[in-house]
Nanobody, 127 residues
Framework: QLQLLESGGGLVQAGGSLRLSCAAS????????MGWFRQTPGNEREFVAS????????NYADSVKGRFTISRDNAKNTAYLQMNSVFPADTAIYFC????????????????????WGQGTQVTVSL
């Protein structure tokens, strides 16, 4: 399983932008579906976005579609989440996740579908 480490979280004003990074190690990065999830206190972890092995296919939650962009750089073993036009409702701990998938399917949106997780990075959006 991959080991994942997120970075890039912090405090941002509403309407601003932030880019999260997820550095992977311990496996063949390009054979994993990469995903981003987020979680707020008292709530379940929710799907944000996923990306296929080489970035050709992506999937987004409706709440972030058109504002967030997931990408990856396999040469750097890193996945990214570019967050634009953020709202206070985007405030959460953001987690990077990886799924070993032989079909290169980006349609998995439940946390139990992913076998590797980072420790999370806090994103706080202020008014």
């Amino acid at each position: 399983q991959l080991q994942l480490l997120e970075s890039g979280g912090g405090l941002v004003q509403a309407g601003g932008s932030l880019r999260l990074s997820c550095a992977a190690s311990g496996g063949t990065f390009s054979t994993y579906i990469m995903g981003w999830f987020r979680q707020t206190p008292g709530n379940e972890r929710e799907f944000v976005a996923s990306i296929s092995w080489h970035g050709g296919n992506t999937n987004y939650a409706d709440s972030v579609k058109g504002r967030f962009t997931i990408s990856r750089d396999n040469a750097k073993n890193t996945a990214y989440l570019q967050m634009n036009s953020v709202f206070p409702a985007d405030t959460a701990i953001y987690f990077c996740a990886a799924r070993r998938d032989s079909r290169n399917n980006v349609g998995y949106t439940r946390p139990l579908n992913y076998g590797s997780w980072g420790q999370g990075t806090q994103v706080t959006v202020s008014l």
